[in-house]
């Protein structure tokens, strides 16, 4: 009886769906400024995988304010720090630079580094593009633009293109600072990334 139920057991483990963990790494967008608790990027999407029949598990690793230089710093003991390797990191970083209008190569660089270190841990990677504001110099614009389909390719990286597709510049997605999604718009951030981050999770 219970060699039955050790079998039992086994079997209900073997059927069980596999339980991916993915890490949004990121700054303010993907850690929820100016939202309460729970309506962030990591919760909505964790919500949305989940009704999907993907039972996964979203880490929140956004840090409000971080530029590329920053996320660089802080990559390699933030995936130290967690319990298990992720199966998907997304890297949604570089809009801080833009808005401080830093060198486009020096972005391209931190962004490079992350993805060898994600690389070098065998790690999946959606890379979440961005893209520059039009009121920038179009010399700037050009050149930041270029940095994420150009890394993508480099690295053989999944591409977002654009993190903030149908959200930038469009009226009721946005809190009053004019930047940060509100509710509905990570809520339609969401939307737009899924097919894209179920298909890097592939098998789970």
Known sequence: MRRLSII????????????????AFGDSLTAGYGLEQGLGF?????????????????????????????????????LDGLAQKPDLV??????????????PAVTEANLDAMLSELKKRKIKV????????????????ARFD?????LAKRHGATLYPFFLDGVAGVE????????????????????????????ALGAF
Request: charged share 15%; aromatic share 4%; proline share 9%.
């Open 146 to 150: 270029r940095i994420y389909p150009t």
């Open 8 to 23: 039992l057991a086994l079997l209900a483990i073997a059927a069980a769906p596999p339980r991916p963990n993915v890490l």
């Open 90 to 103: 997304i890297l949604e970083l570089g809009a801080n630079d833009m808005l401080r209008a830093l060198d």
């Open 42 to 78: 990591a919760p909505q999407l964790q919500g949305a995988l989940r009704r999907h029949g993907i039972a996964a598990t979203v880490i929140d690793g956004g840090v409000s304010g971080d530029t590329s230089q920053a996320g660089r710093a802080r990559l390699a003991w933030t």
């Open 172 to 199: 009721g997605t946005v809190q009053p600072d004019g930047m940060h999604p509100t509710f509905g718009g990570i809520k339609r951030i969401v939307t737009g990334i899924l097919p894209t981050v179920k298909q």
């Open 126 to 141: 959606v890379l979440a593009g961005m893209r520059a504001a039009p009121n920038l110099d179009p010399g700037f614009i």
